[in-house]
């Protein structure tokens, strides 16, 4: 799947809403990256300042990948907020539009699945849609260091195990001790990149000895009601 299944996907639903796409708050800084950086299009609109806007696909993608004006972290959880917004438009769509929607990037999207499959699947969505999602950003506060490579890259070193061990009781103990990454792991070992950061071939070590780069991911589960 690309970003132009992404703005499709967008753009359908703010037909079917009839606001034109889904609603984000934004804030000062993120307004102003959205109406001066040409990198993925110009929106004067924004302009007007930190506020609600329904965004179209366009404006979205836009929004989603804004990573210059803090850090990937913060993009990780813009992303995570277009995501929820979507999720939260869907759930009052009925499955005919569902199906639509899927129909409508199936040009964009590489799969194996027959058409008969992508109902099924369509069927599910309508069922999971109306799920209560919780959400969990992974390296975990507290539980990786950082470092700078020579080039300025940052790259971070995380405690795989204690991430893991935390991961899987979110989503399977229903463990929210970390949701929304409100809180920080303490007494963790930390890997240290020093040695790397200052190393010749740190760009090679750092790809290969380092447990996440620049950012971390995220991971937004669904889970069914008890």
């Not at 990256?33 to 696909?57: A, D, I």
């Not at 999207?109 to 999602?133: P, R, S």
């Not at 399977?172 to 950061?197: C, F, Q, R, S, W």
């Amino acid at each position: 799947i690309d970003f132009n299944a992404f703005k499709t996907v967008v753009n359908k639903i703010g037909k079917l809403n009839g606001k034109g796409g889904i609603k984000i708050t934004v804030t000062a800084a993120e307004a102003r990256y959205m109406c001066s950086h040409e990198k993925y299009g110009l929106f004067p609109r924004f302009s007007k300042g930190k506020g609600t806007y329904y965004m179209n696909g366009a404006e979205a993608l836009n929004y989603a990948r804004i990573r210059k004006i803090d850090s990937d972290f913060g993009r990780t959880k813009r992303q995570r907020k277009v995501l929820t917004e979507i999720m939260t438009e869907l759930k009052g769509v009925s499955k005919m539009d569902l199906l639509s929607i899927a129909y409508a990037c199936l040009e964009y999207v590489t799969t194996d699945f027959t058409k008969g499959e992508l109902v099924g699947l369509v069927t599910e969505a309508a069922e999971i849609a109306n799920y209560e999602t919780k959400q969990i950003s992974i390296p975990i506060k507290g539980s990786y260091s950082t470092s700078h490579l020579p080039n300025g890259s940052e790259v971070l070193a995380a405690n795989l195990s204690a991430n893991s061990k935390e991961l899987i009781k979110f989503i399977y103990d229903d463990d929210m001790t970390y949701e929304n990454n409100e809180k920080e792991m303490h007494n963790v070992y930390l890997p240290d990149l020093k040695g790397i950061a200052n190393s010749k071939d740190a760009t090679t070590r750092a790809e290969t000895d380092s447990t996440t780069a620049a950012g971390g991911t995220s991971r937004t589960p669904a889970h069914k009601p008890h």
